[in-house]
C-alpha cells in the first residue's frame, strides 16, 4: 500500500489559533481525502483534496474553516483556522488510486490528534 | 444518499468463540463496501472490501465478509476470536467509482474476554 505521512503527529493549540496539517505520500494518487474523527466518534468526510483546482467540501464544512490545497499527486495540506476546543479531533487524510492499487481503495495516513484548549 | 448502521456498539465475546459484527447500508447505487479495524492509538487499516465481484470477501487476520444485497447487509465474520482481535472495527461505504469519500458507520468496539 501507499506510505503516507501526517505532520504534526499531535499538537495541542490555544482558542483562536490555526494549525496546517500536511499530508505526504510515497508515490503519486489520484484522490486525496481529509476526514475527522471526533472523540469517541466515527470518521466524517470533511472534503475531497483536488489537485489543481478547489477542494469538494461535504456538507458541514467550508472552506474558510477549512482551507485545503492539493499542490500536486503527493501532497495537501489541510488548515484548521480560527480553532475552537470543538475542533479538538483526529485528523486523517486517505488516498485512492495510486500506483499499481484499484480503485476504489482508500488508504488511511497515522491520523493528527489535535486537542485545543 | 447513502448510510452505514452498525448494530452494536459494543461487542463481547470469548476468547475462541465466533466475531459476529453486524452492518447494514443504505445506497441508490450498487455499493463499494469495506470493513476498517482501528487498534489504539493507532490509524484505519482496511480488513476488506466488496466491489462487487465475489459476494464472500476474505480479508486480513482470518476476517471475512458476504455481501447480501436482499438484506442490505455486510457482516464481519471470524471463525475464531483472538485476544488481538481487540479493536474498534468501521464499516463503510462508497457509492460506486468517482470521486467520492466513505460513509462510515458508527463503529463497533470489539471486546474480547479470556
Known amino acids: 500500500s501507499a506510505v503516507i505521512s501526517q505532520k504534526p503527529s499531535r499538537d495541542i493549540c490555544q482558542r483562536g489559533t490555526s494549525l496546517t496539517i500536511q499530508c505526504q505520500v510515497d508515490s503519486q494518487v489520484t484522490m486525496m481525502f481529509w476526514y475527522r474523527q471526533q472523540p469517541g466518534q466515527s470518521l466524517t468526510l470533511i472534503a475531497t483534496a483536488n489537485q489543481g483546482s478547489e477542494a469538494t467540501y461535504e456538507s458541514g464544512f467550508v472552506i474558510d474553516k477549512f482551507p485545503i490545497s492539493r499542490p500536486n499527486l503527493t501532497f495537501s495540506t489541510l488548515t484548521v483556522s480560527n480553532m475552537s476546543p470543538e475542533d479538538s479531533s483526529i485528523y486523517l487524510c486517505?488516498?485512492?488510486?495510486?500506483?499499481?492499487?484499484?480503485?476504489?481503495?482508500?488508504?488511511f495516513g497515522p491520523g493528527t490528534r489535535l486537542t485545543v484548549l | 444518499a447513502q448510510s452505514v448502521t452498525q448494530l452494536g456498539s459494543h461487542v463481547s465475546v470469548s476468547e475462541g468463540a465466533l466475531v459476529l459484527l453486524r452492518c447494514n447500508y443504505s445506497s441508490s447505487v450498487p455499493p463499494y463496501l469495506f470493513w476498517y479495524v482501528q487498534y489504539p492509538n493507532q490509524g484505519l487499516q482496511l480488513l476488506l472490501k466488496y466491489t462487487s465481484a465475489a459476494t464472500l470477501v476474505k480479508g486480513i487476520n482470518g476476517f471475512e465478509a458476504e455481501f447480501k444485497k436482499s438484506e442490505t447487509s455486510f457482516h464481519l465474520t471470524k471463525p475464531s476470536a483472538h485476544m488481538s482481535d481487540a479493536a474498534e472495527y468501521f464499516c463503510?461505504?462508497?457509492?460506486?467509482?468517482?470521486?467520492?469519500?466513505?460513509?462510515f458507520g458508527k463503529g463497533t468496539h470489539l471486546i474480547i474476554q479470556p
Open positions: 486517505s488516498v485512492e488510486g495510486w500506483g499499481g492499487s484499484t480503485y476504489n481503495e482508500q488508504f
Open positions: 463503510a461505504v462508497k457509492m460506486g467509482r468517482g470521486a467520492d469519500g466513505l460513509t
